[in-house]
């Protein structure tokens, strides 16, 4: 391992115990490195509006920072042990560029508000990501909606049949789910718009750095003032990320519960396409569920991250090597969850129907709210006509699941659903993503 970037020429520290420390940190900061790396680049040219390194210096370190980000891209430079985390890889090759030049990347910053930008930098791209998907799902969703809205099936409740609806009904409520989804990621993403680089260990720095331009040149809309609250935030606002993350990942969860059910041969309404499925190791017969079974077992993954995140915070103001332990737990949540959303269009667009089995589903008794309410309409007192449309269920039979359908008028209701009002919200949305 490189000579650690604390080390004042003292004993060598026991090997074990710096193991310990430095844990995965130099595996988990593969994925840091290249926000890392773009941080170091606009602090290095703040540093030169200030004139604490001089133009020439800073055009080589920027220039050396651009070869080593070209290495990461291309593989050509891989994080391992001979490093103590990312941040120290950087400052090897900076020195083993540029000698002397590359041991001045450092001034006035710590490796805290180092990797605080760098987790910043990654969760903000992360998010983006993540409110792409939600978009993408909502808008399969909305178009084989568009497409099935003559399919009937049951609605039901208590996993009981309810009433007559539709396929399209079920998908435009995914696809609604998945537009606030949309909008959870964006104040996560918002929450985390302010740069922490500058603000050091967590007490400042006694040069003018140039905090605003730095901010700006990273893409943040302000600057976090407080460098005392800049290490407080640490683990909050991943939380916070994650938790976003969840709340898309457990709509998954739902869409994924219902084909599930759907799919098995009780239900028989659909058929998930076969590139979605496997089959037994024992039973020749059998096509097993599986990625949607995994993709019900995704909030898992938030749900650990978010405890193990949760148990962290309890900790006095300032800097804690705990923690290091919240980058894991992040990044595990959100490799898993975005692969498992990106996933989620092409497996609603390739969904095969069993248009005949849906209706067929659909027996007499389902009609007897429309006739309550049909009952209601013509003065009759809710309660009375709730009691009548019950005697009245026998006699239900020669009436038809369109009928019920296109009766229901109200907003968002079966022969309402809205479907273009949730259409201009997803072009709205798409707007605002992309402007």
Known sequence: MTRPLWDKGHAAPDAAAQRFCAGDDVILDRALLPHDIRASKAHVAGLGRIGVVSADEATALIGALDELAGLVQRGGFVLDDRFEDGHSAIEAFLQEKLGAVGRKVHT??????QVLV???LYLREQLVTLRAACLDVAEVCLGRARETVGVVMPGYTH???AVPSSFAMLLAGHAEAMLDDFEIAGAAYAALGACPLGTAAGYGVNLPLDRDGVAEALGFPRVLISPVYAQNSRGKLELLAVQALHQALLDVRRLAWDLSLYATAEFGFVRLPDAY???SSIMPNKRNPDVVELLRALPAVAEGAMSELSALLSLPSGYHRDLQATKAPVLRAFERGLQGLALVPALIASLTLDEARMRAAIDPELHATDRAIELAREGVAFRDAYRQAAAEMPQLAGRTPE???????SLGGAGNLGLERLAERLAELRSSASG
Do not use: E, H, K, W
Not at 108 to 113: F, W
Not at 404 to 409: F, I, K, P, T
């Open 108 to 113: 006035g910053r710590s490796r805290n508000d």
């Open 118 to 120: 760098a987790v910043r």
């Open 159 to 161: 996993l009981q049949r």
């Open 277 to 279: 499925t496997t089959g």
């Open 403 to 409: 009928q019920s359908l296109q009766a229901r008028v």
